[in-house]
T-cell receptor, first 111, second 115 residues
Framework: QKEVEQNSGPLSVPEGAIASLNCTYSDRVSQSFFWYRQYSGKSPELIMS????GDKEDGRFTAQLNKASQYVSLLIRDSQPSDSATYLCAVTYFGNEKLTFGTGTRLTIIP | GAVVSQHPSRVICKSGTSVKIECRSL??????MFWYRQFPKQSLMLMATSNEGSKATYEQGVEKDKFLINHASLTLSTLTVTSAHPEDSSFYIC???????????FGPGTRLTVL
């Protein structure tokens, strides 16, 4: 069974620091990787997508993918209180648009 | 970016009634619609995948006769929870896909409470 694992947290980070979120996946044919942010009572919103090994940066966010080790991470620089949310890692598999979600990591930024 | 709307955003109903949730893609053609359910403090669980004009494919453990999905057009998909019970109370979210990894959009979700 394809699985996506995340530390459920909660993860507390001081404002202005770097928040590091990690995700591992079990299936080597995993193709595309996504990080979603979900505020309480809201639907997920896409933060980053990454498809190849290495780093991808977008503003304060950096996604890192290592297919050999089967993990993908998200770094949030200069953390802000508005970054407090649950972060969901999601994976799709070759030829399939279905997203398999991790359980999510709850992040709290402490002012 | 593209928008997917859901209606209603919140519904409270009595046990035994049926509830229909609509999901519309407003500025793209959703060839595929995914329906998810999310219980409190849990992740999203895929219920079913529907392609326009064909029958939905349900995930293991999801009752197709209870959760009726219709995807009759490229801009509208509906999920009907039939004979709802309190255990069906959940957050239901649709996700429209235009056929590429760059056209994938979640709806805002529907909070269903069955009394």
């Amino acid at each position: 069974q394809k699985e996506v694992e995340q530390n459920s947290g909660p993860l507390s980070v001081p404002e202005g620091a770097i928040a590091s979120l990690n995700c591992t996946y079990s299936d080597r044919v995993s193709q595309s990787f996504f990080w979603y942010r979900q505020y309480s009572g809201k639907s997920p919103e896409l933060i980053m997508s990454i498809y190849s090994n290495g780093d991808k940066e977008d503003g304060r966010f950096t996604a890192q993918l290592n297919k050999a080790s089967q993990y993908v991470s998200l770094l949030i620089r200069d953390s802000q209180p508005s970054d407090s949310a649950t972060y969901l890692c999601a994976v799709t598999y070759f030829g399939n648009e279905k997203l398999t979600f991790g359980t999510g990591t709850r992040l709290t930024i402490i002012p | 970016g593209a928008v997917v709307s859901q209606h209603p955003s919140r519904v409270i109903c009595k046990s035994g009634t049926s509830v229909k949730i609509e999901c519309r893609s407003l500025d793209f053609q959703a060839t595929t619609m995914f329906w998810y359910r999310q219980f409190p403090k849990q992740s999203l669980m895929l219920m079913a995948t529907s392609n326009e004009g064909s029958k939905a494919t349900y995930e293991q453990g999801v009752e197709k006769d209870k959760f009726l999905i219709n995807h009759a057009s490229l801009t509208l998909s509906t999920l009907t929870v039939t004979s709802a019970h309190p255990e069906d109370s959940s957050f239901y979210i649709c996700r429209g896909s235009g056929g590429s990894k760059d056209t994938q959009y979640f709806g805002p979700g529907t909070r269903l409470t069955v009394l």
